[in-house]
């Protein structure tokens, strides 16, 4: 599919990743609904780009009733929605399970996998409905395939997006949508200030991992649209940690559990 003149929604629009897709997709002459949580964000980005194509949405992706109220705002803005990018996500505090508050675990599965969930299945008799090529992506992490400490919960949730993903898949390999799972490795982002979480010395600019743009991810996502991918590995680090996993899954989890030690 091509992108061009088609109608776009993606989360975590006003910064990062989702960013650099509005910005990229705006550029191949898509139309782009930008959804997210944080109005000023929005509002940055509607006065940087300056596009008639563009129209912002504030919504709590973890919230199926904000969800439920932007399908409704979107229907009278659009006729119908082409592509569904699901990149809004956040990360947890780097601590154990055991310390981490019910609160906190909860948010992070509402965020990072229940408001993908509710968002296509809000969208899902319209995508279907229509006759022409739709895409379903969802961005989830090296963290759904591979477990790092410190980070056990955000990779259950992003692990359930994977497979959730996968499942999509299986059910509508024989209908118009198409679906695509994209596992990135560590980006160059503000994921954690977005969070509110800090890292400490495990911040981008003290760490030796090289990281993923956002510029890149992007760019990688919209061929991998076009190209009808059902499964991305972005970065070096998410693709390497693929491969160590296959081979040896307990060796590698030691070597990254060392490996983070020294960060």
Known sequence: MKVKGKNVIV?????????????QLLAKGARVAGV??????LKKLEEELKSSRLKTYVVDVGSKESIDKFHDEYKKDYNDADVIINNAGIIQPFIPVKDLDEKTIHKIMDVNFF????????FMDDLLNDKSTQFIVDVSSMGGFFPFPGQTMYGA??????????????????????????LPGAMATNITQ???????????ENSSMKMLSAESAAEQIITGIEKDKFKLFLGSDSKFLKFLYKINSRFAIDFINKKMKQQ
Request: net charge negative; proline share 2%; no cysteine.
């Open 11 to 23: 989360t975590g629009a006003g910064s990062g990743v989702g960013k650099e897709l509005t910005k």
């Open 36 to 41: 997210d949580i944080n109005g000023d964000n």
């Open 115 to 122: 408001g993908p969930v509710n968002l296509i299945r809000s």
């Open 157 to 182: 949730s992003k692990a359930a997006l994977k497979i959730f993903t996968e499942g999509l898949y299986a059910e509508l390999h024989d209908t118009n949508v198409n679906v695509m799972i994209v």
């Open 194 to 204: 977005n969070s509110n979480v800090d890292v400490g010395d495990m911040s981008a």
